[in-house]
C-alpha cells in the first residue's frame, strides 16, 4: 500500500535561514536563477532518485541551516532563531508560495492534523450533513472519512476515471444544499491528478458547502493561488516539495471563514495578549487572567511550541523556492514527464495519470509483481515508489533526461 513514507524513502529535506547575512553564509556558491536542473545543490548520491513525492533529499543549503541552528542552540551563532523570528519569516514566505495573507497561516504537525483541525472547526461529525470526498484522495485520509460515515455522515466517495481522472461534473451530481465539506487532494499522492480547484469551489460555495485541500504534492512544485482558487481551507506538510523534514507543516484558513467556524482547541499562542491577575500579585481578585485572542489563522489553530530544526531547513527552503519559482520549475519538468508518458506504454505500462497533467507525479500500472519489480529497481539503483498495483514517478529539480533515460532502459 502506497504511503507518504513508503516506498524506498531517499533522505530529509532542503531549506535557507533567517538574516540576510545568515542565508548568505550558509551558501555563498550556489544562485537559485541558475538553469535547472540544480544538482550542485544537493549532496551526492548514489543511484538515480525519482522518488521525491516520498520524500524529498536533503539540500547543501538545508544541511548548512541545520548546522546554523545547532549553533543558535549552543550559543555559538549570531542568527535568530527564536520562536517569533522563525514563526514571522517562514509564515510570510509560505504566504508568498501560495498567494495568501501571512495571518491566513498557522504551523501545524502534518497535512493530517491540519485535515483534522478543519472537521473540528466545523464541528463534523457532531452537526450531520454531507462529506464529499474522492477515492483519490490521500489514502490515508479516506479511513478518516470511513469513520466518520459510521459517526452519521453522510459521506460520498466520487470515484475516478479509467485514465486516472476525475470530472467534476461527478461532483456537482454529488455535492447539494446538505453538503457540509468537500475534501480533496489538489494533486493526488496516487496519480498527480489535480483537480480544478477553482470550479470546485464555485460548484461547493453555490450550494453552502466549504472546501478543503490537501496541497502537499502542490506547494513548491505546482503552481496554485489560494486567493484565485477560493479554497476555505488546506493544509501541507513541509518534507515533500517544500524541501525539509517530517515533523512541520502549514494550514492556511481563508481569513473571512474565521468568524463562521469554531475554536478547536486551546492555547496561549492563539492570544494577542495576556496579562496574568493571580499569584503573585498583591492584589489579586478573583480573575486569575485576562487576555485577547488573536483575529487569524493562528488564534484559532495555534497550539504549543513548533519544530524550530524543521523551521530551519524551511527557512532555506522557502526561500529558494521563491527564488527559482515554481513556474520556472514546472516548465523545466514537463518535458521529463512527457518522455515518461511517450515510452513506457509502448512497454507495457498503462499510465494512470491523464495525459494533460502539468504535476511532477506520473503513474503507470504494472504487471501485478511488485516485488519483482522494486528487486529490479533496486539492482539497477534506480528509486521509484512501487505500490501493489501501479509505480510512481516524481521528479524534481536536481533530475534530468539521463536519469529518465535510465530508468526507462530499467524498464525495457
Known sequence: MLTRRACLIGGAAAALPYTAAAAAAIDTNFDPSSPLPHKDAFFPFEGTYLNSASQHPLSRGGRRAINDYLDYKTFSSQSDFSNLAIRQL????????????????????????????????????????????????FIGSLPTYSELAKHGMDVVNVRASEDGSIDLDKFEAAINS???????????????????????????????????????????????????????????AAYKWLMAEMGLGFMYVRKDRLAEIKRPWFGHNQLKRM???????????????????????????????????????????????????????????????????????????????????????????????AEALRKRMNSEKITISVSAHHFRVSPSVFNDMDDIERLIHALS
Request: charged letters at 20%.
Open 90 to 137: 517562514i509564515m510570510e514566505n509560505y504566504a508568498k508560495l501560495i498567494g495568501a495573507d501571512t495571518d491566513e497561516i498557522c504551523f501545524v504537525q502534518s497535512t493530517t492534523v491540519g485535515e483534522n483541525l478543519i472537521l473540528k472547526a466545523l464541528e463534523i461529525p457532531a452537526i450531520p450533513g454531507r462529506v464529499v470526498t474522492d477515492e483519490l484522495h
Open 178 to 236: 446538505k453538503t457540509r465539506l468537500v475534501s480533496v487532494s489538489l494533486v493526488s499522492t496516487i496519480n498527480g491528478h489535480q483537480h480544478d480547484l477553482k470550479r470546485l469551489c464555485e460548484i461547493a460555495h453555490a450550494e453552502g458547502a466549504y472546501v478543503y485541500a490537501d496541497v502537499i504534492h502542490a506547494a513548491g512544485s505546482t503552481p496554485f493561488n489560494v486567493r484565485d482558487s477560493g479554497v476555505d481551507f488546506c493544509s501541507a
Open 275 to 369: 496579562r496574568p491577575l493571580g499569584f503573585p500579585n498583591p492584589q489579586a481578585g478573583e480573575k486569575i487572567t485576562d487576555y485577547e485572542h488573536l483575529d487569524s489563522a493562528l488564534g484559532h489553530f495555534a497550539m504549543g511550541t513548533q519544530a524550530n530544526i524543521i523551521a530551519s531547513q524551511l527557512g532555506f527552503s522557502l526561500d529558494y523556492l521563491l527564488k527559482v519559482g515554481v513556474e520556472r520549475i514546472q516548465a523545466y519538468r514537463q518535458p521529463l514527464i512527457d518522455r515518461l508518458q511517450d515510452a513506457l506504454p509502448p512497454l507495457g505500462y498503462a499510465p494512470i495519470t491523464p495525459r494533460n497533467s502539468g504535476t511532477a507525479l506520473v503513474s503507470f500500472r504494472h504487471d501485478g509483481n
